[in-house]
Structures are given as C-alpha cells and as structure tokens.
C-alpha cells in the first residue's frame, strides 16, 4: 500500500510536521541530530536503559508510542519515530484495525512537536520571578515575584491579567503558590507560618491584600513554637480541595483542614528543612517530601507506625532535595537536588528507615547560595543510592529549581524538564536520560517552569523578571496573546 520505502521521500519532500521529526527520519545510523557520531550516544542509552527499571520503561512505551503495526513494514526502522504522515495514511485506511488513534498514538505524535519555538514575551517584571503554574485545565497560570506580586492570566483570553495581586505580610518573597482544583481559590506561602488565600473568582482585578480583598490567614503555627516563627517553602492543595499540606523551614511537614480551619497534621518529617511536598496521587494519602538533609520521604496517612515515623525513606542525593514531582500513580516520582541531578524514584523501592550513616564522605566546603558546584563532587555516587535513573546536564544552584514528568495527555509523560542556573531550560528523554532540548533566553536563573496540560506550550520564569513562552505554532508566526518576539537561543540534541 503506502508503508514503503516511498514513505521516505514523502518526509523528504517536507510534509512531516516538525523539524525533530524531519531529522530523525533522514538520519542514518551513523549520525545524530546535531552532526556528532551516535555510537557513543547509543553507547551511552543502552547502559542507561540497563539500569533502568524495566516496568517504568514498558510503561511510558505504552502510553507514548504508536501501535506496532506502523512500523513493522520498515525492517531497521522500527525504533526510530515513525512518520505524522504515515500515521495519518495508516488512520485513514484502518491500518491498525482500531479505525482510529489510541491515547498513545496521540501522544506519539504530540510528543514530538515539542514547545522549542520563540521566546516570546508574556510578561516582564521589575523583580525575580520565583513561581510558575498553569491551572489543572491549562485556562489560567499563575506567577508569584520577589516583590510581592501574584498574577493570575487568563490563557484562553490572550494572557490577559484576570487577577494582579498583593500580597500581605509578604517576608522575603513568594516561595510558592497553588490553585484549588475547582480554580476558585488560591493559596500563597512565604517565608512565614501564615499561608494567605484569595478569591480567584471575585469580580475585581486588583487584589490587594486587605485594602480591596480580604486574603484569610491560615495559620500553621502553634503555641508549642514557643513564638518561633518559621518560614513554608512548599504549599499545594489536596486533589479533593479540603486540605493543604506544606513543607516548612522547621523540618516539618503540615497538614491544614479548611473545613475545620485548624492544623490536623504536624510531623517532623526531617532533620533539616523540609523544600518540598506533593501528593503522591489522587487518593491524598501518600506524601512525599524532600529536604535539605538529602532525604526523599514517603508518608501515608492511613498507617502511622509511629510519632514522626514515615512509611520509608529513599537515598541516593549527595546534597539536599529542592523539588519533587509526582508521576501521579502513586509509584513513581522525580526529585531536584542540589548535587546537580535530577533522580527517578520508584517508591516500592524505598527503605523502612534511613540508614545510620548515610552520609557520603567529602574533603571540599560548599554552599549552593553563592559558590559553584565543585568539580572533584560531580562524579560522586551515593554507596546506597536508591534511585532508578539519574539525569544530569542543567544546574541547581542559588535557589529551589524545580522539575517536573512533561504532560500525560499529549506526550505520556516521556519527558522531564527543569530549570537551571544557567539561565536555560532542560528537557530530558525519560527512559534514554538523553537531552532533548535545551531553551536559551533568560539572563538569571530560571527557577520553575511549566508545560501547558494539553498544548505544546511552555512558560519560564526567572530572576531576570521575564516570563517567556516557549511552542510549537504549525505556521512559526507569534501567537496571537504574544506581546512581543524576544530573541531566540535554543539548542537540540
């Protein structure tokens, strides 16, 4: 029929969709995209994918790649990417015998346009940019600044500010933000115990904390601080929307009830402070955490063993955690860590407890705020480490980077991506650990940024006070929310 050679020089004649695509159809064997021999590369993904846990590795295939039968009729070619046109013929003739594209045919093909054109601006401000978030829906986004400023865009409406807010009582900057899962409400956090909340849904645009609106404080000090006043690094909402937990510069984690308006949880989860907190499913049961002390943690509500006690305890960071990112299947996460890599962790995986020297002996002083990572650390490996993959390449250093799994609805989360202090941003093959992209723009760190749900859309933010979006437009001309084309320095591998 049409799954022949000719299906090479209909790529060739440009009716593939993406410039990642093109190449890697036209590429032999012998080289890669950009020009270097393959060998070592290959060399370097068959030992990463030796290591790598073999279920992780058969489950993203599932949900990113295409049925077999697109590819059978090409021998040799069968692991490169199969062709957009090819799976649009094979669609319309019933080649797979579906009559249409499965979940992960569409992420195949989404997948593979990635968001790697522009920048173009969305924002700019006079001061760091520290947080980043699209909404559940990808309808709204969030970003929280230095210099107490929150605001919420409307991204179905041209990136126009919905809600421009001030923040209250505002110590050091906004470390993080989460929007309730209905979007009605938002919560802040700060170097401070009290987390404020704003009405997203109220009529009025700008929002300043107590002279316009209202922002409610909830409180998650107790009279047991002793008047110690601790600082939240990590906030989000509960999938259910009844409750807030948070990690704290006390090496605590808390759970808030906004039903009962009161604290239900306290743990002292580490022996330093506590960076991050996410759930690690739906259910709201199992809470991860990770800390300056290395540590990544599972929690589960249901079955306390004992006061402090978590459910175990995963190693493998040589410096502490900034970030973790759940995969959402109550399995698996990735985590940030200021030994300059980002690790893959399977939590069935995890120790009843931390071993009782977990420590990785080191003859050099260093401190991530101000002094560069030394060299003589970046081929040091954790003795225990628990991990099941490790990605190295951007850098964590000055701030609390933040990494995340690329989305599940169009790319079947085969990617990673993070913010660097090199000003850039990168994403990483999952299973390969091979870089795919790397953003150049920004003249600071870029501490978060975040992919839209379903479009192949990006945002960063960074010190420099810009927020840019990063896509894939078929036509390669600004969208049309776009207020400006700033200029452009990416680079693909």
Known sequence: MFFGPSEIDTDEMGYAMSRLEIESDLCDTGKDFCGVGSSSASHRSSEHLADLDHE????????????????????????????TVRMLAGRESNFSGRGRFSAAD?????????????????????SRAYVSQFSTDGSLFIAGFQGSRIRIYNV???????????????????????LSPDQRNLVYASMSPIVHIVDVG???????????????????????????SFGIFSVKFSTDGREVVAGSSDDS???????????????????????????????????????????????DRRCFIGRDKPAGVLVGHLEGVTFIDSRGDGRY????????????????????????????????????????????ARDLK?????????????SVLRTLIRCYFSPAHSTGQKYIYTGSNDSSVYIYDLVSGDKVAVLKHHSSPVRDCNWHPYYPTLISSSWDGDLVKWEFPGSGEAPIMSKKRVRRRHFYY
Request: hydrophobic share 30%.
């Open 253 to 299: 984690i808390y759970v808030y009830d906004l039903e009962a308006n009161r604290v239900s949880l306290r743990t002292v989860a580490h022996t330093s402070d506590v960076n991050t907190v996410c759930f690690a499913d739906e259910s709201g049961n199992l809470i991860l955490s990770g800390s300056d002390d290395n540590l990544c943690k599972v929690w």
């Open 382 to 394: 954790h003795p225990l480490d628990q991990s099941v993959s490790t990605y190295k390449g951007h």
């Open 333 to 376: 996460f990735i985590s940030n860590g200021k030994d300059q890599t980002i690790k893959l962790w399977d939590i069935r995986k995890m120790s009843s407890s931390a071993p009782a020297r977990h420590e990785v002996l080191r003859n050099y002083e260093w401190d991530y705020r101000w002094m560069d990572y030394p060299t003589e």
């Open 56 to 83: 992780i590795s058969q489950v993203t295939k599932l949900k990113s790649s295409p049925h077999q039968r697109y590819s059978r009729e090409v021998p040799g070619r069968h692991q490169l990417p199969v062709s």
């Open 202 to 228: 109220s009529g009025t645009t700008e929002s300043h904390a107590n002279v316009t609106e209202i922002h409610d404080g909830l409180d998650f000090s107790s009279d047991e601080d002793g008047g110690y």
């Open 106 to 126: 569409c992420c195949h093909m989404l997948s593979r346009y990635l968001p790697i054109k522009g920048p173009w601006l969305v924002d700019q401000m006079d």
């Open 156 to 178: 179905e409406k041209g990136w126009k500010v919905q809600k421009d807010i001030l923040a209250k009582s505002l110590r050091w900057t906004v470390t993080d933000t989460s």
